[in-house]
């Protein structure tokens, strides 16, 4: 996963607190994504970026927020953890959209397994 | 709107036989598709892609897969199984814009199993 880390790797946490999960990257890519990957739901997006602080919802956004305040640092916040955000959480990076041929082509960091009790 | 369904969500093969893992998709548009593999504890990893070229990509690791209009279908195979391709694969569609909120649709997800 060169490239692109995710930190914590691991963590444990309790319901109602928060967790910050980072993603770091030294592609200079514009575009980065925040995944969530449960077993029977493939992976489901949650937020993602396409510039500094510019930032957009995804599929399951409810209950996460994100900030990009520099190209290489994209942040997923819980602000209140809950059980059902027990999951393994992926970041990605792309370095462009649209038809051509590079275009859409995610490069992933190796996940961040959090668990909520 | 765009969506992607993997047909199998398990795959058992003997190693040294051929795999297939079977992929359809819906798009309004001309879609890209892409094919990806996450070994276990891992990040996800491109294995092809199609992007309105050659109907039948090469990737890596003796993987390939065709395009069919027709059928609609962007099946993955590899003629003889290796250990080591036992792995989770994804199948993407892309559009560049709509479907998902980053125009990306993911499968679910197929499990395949190396039998030794």
């Known amino acids: 996963d060169a490239g692109i880390t995710q930190s914590p790797r691991h963590k444990v946490t309790e319901t109602g607190t928060p967790v910050t999960l980072r993603c770091h990257q030294t592609?200079?890519?514009?575009?980065m994504y925040w995944y969530r990957q449960d077993p029977g739901h493939g992976l489901r997006l949650i937020h993602y970026?396409?510039?500094?602080?510019?930032?957009d919802k995804g599929e399951v956004s409810d209950g996460y927020s994100v900030s990009r305040s520099k190209t290489e640092d994209f942040l997923l916040t819980l602000e209140s953890a809950t059980s059902s955000q027990t999951s393994v959480y992926f970041c990605?990076?792309?370095?462009?959209?649209?038809?051509?041929?590079?275009?859409?082509?995610?490069?992933f960091g190796a996940g961040s397994r959090l668990t909520v009790l | 709107a765009q969506s992607v369904t993997q047909l199998d969500s398990h795959v058992s093969v003997s190693e040294g036989t051929p795999v297939l893992l079977r992929c359809n998709y819906s798009?309004?548009?001309?879609?890209?598709l892409f094919w990806y593999v996450q070994h276990p504890n891992k990040g996800l990893q491109l294995l092809l892609k199609y992007t309105s070229a050659a109907t039948l990509v090469k990737g890596i690791n003796g993987f390939e897969a065709e395009f069919k209009k027709s059928e609609t279908s962007f099946h993955l195979t590899k003629p003889s199984a290796h250990m080591s391709d036992a792995a989770e694969y994804f199948c993407v569609v892309s559009v560049g814009s709509g479907g998902g909120a980053d125009g990306l649709t993911f499968g679910k997800g197929t499990h395949l199993i190396i039998q030794p």
């Open positions: 592609e200079n890519h514009r575009y």
């Open positions: 990605a990076i792309s370095e462009s959209k649209g038809q051509s041929s590079g275009a859409n082509v995610l490069t």
């Open positions: 798009s309004s548009y001309s879609p890209s």
């Open positions: 970026s396409y510039g500094v602080k510019d930032t």
